[in-house]
Nanobody, 118 residues
């Protein structure tokens, strides 16, 4: 089971931190990451990170603004989002075994809404 939280409404240029707590068989996944879906658009890869945390991958639109990291002791993955833009508005989903650069994942939970106002 994956439980995402931390979404909300923020002004452009602001920051949010998303959290995703994993439980059950999902907690031991090698990759954990985030993808998003904006209204009327297809799902889009955002970021994913390997078990040790030493190999994060980012989509080009978020490089330099978003940081993904994980705390394996807490079975939690985080997405720190800075310098948010209106185009970041989407429902963000946490996923296990999210392959870098894709939206291919083993499991994903309910998303959390992020809205960035201009």
């Amino acid at each position: 089971q994956l439980q995402a939280s931390g979404g909300g409404l923020v002004q452009a240029g602001g920051s949010l931190r998303l959290s995703c707590a994993a439980s059950g068989r999902t907690s031991s996944s090698y990759y954990m990451g985030w993808f998003r879906q904006a209204p009327g658009k297809e799902c889009e890869f955002v970021a994913t990170i390997n078990w040790s945390g030493g190999m994060p991958y980012y989509a080009d639109p978020v490089k330099g603004r978003f940081t993904i990291f994980r705390d394996n002791a807490k079975n939690t993955v985080y997405l720190q989002m800075n310098s948010l833009k209106p185009e970041d508005t989407a429902v963000y989903y946490c996923a296990t075994d999210l392959k870098p650069g894709t939206v291919v994942a083993d499991y994903w939970g309910q998303g959390t809404q992020v809205t960035v106002s201009s």
